[in-house]
Nanobody, 114 residues
Framework: VQLVESGGGFVRPGGSLRLSCAAS????????MRWCRQPPGKERECVAT????????TYADSVKGRFAIARDNAENTMYLQMNDLKPEDTAVYYC????????WGQGTQVTVSS
């Protein structure tokens, strides 16, 4: 099982980024997927979930209306479109799914600063 995040970087407040998570080694289309983040000095929190089958998405209140999670099952890839970024969005972002255990990628750093 492998999850590889990309697309992080430095952005000014109000800017946008699109994160990608390339998945391999498991039946990607069958599993609910999540984006989680860990701000510096804080615990990891999950901010977006996409439920397979129904396509239902849920978001943490802190990102609702600004972030959008999506997936391309043909490409085994998940995305997180992040708009109107704020300094408090600064974190390492991880993709995640659960199959007996939690699986995580290596993370991608997002820094929002003026």
């Amino acid at each position: 099982v492998q999850l590889v995040e990309s697309g992080g970087g430095f952005v000014r407040p109000g800017g946008s980024l699109r994160l990608s998570c390339a998945a391999s080694g498991f039946a990607f289309s069958r599993y609910n997927m999540r984006w989680c983040r860990q701000p510096p000095g804080k615990e990891r929190e999950c901010v977006a979930t996409l439920y397979t089958g129904s396509g239902i998405t849920t978001y943490a209140d802190s990102v609702k209306g600004r972030f959008a999670i999506a997936r391309d099952n043909a490409e085994n890839t998940m995305y997180l479109q992040m708009n109107d970024l704020k300094p408090e969005d600064t974190a390492v972002y991880y993709c995640n799914f659960f199959l007996g255990n939690n699986y995580w990628g290596q993370g991608t750093q997002v820094t929002v600063s003026s």
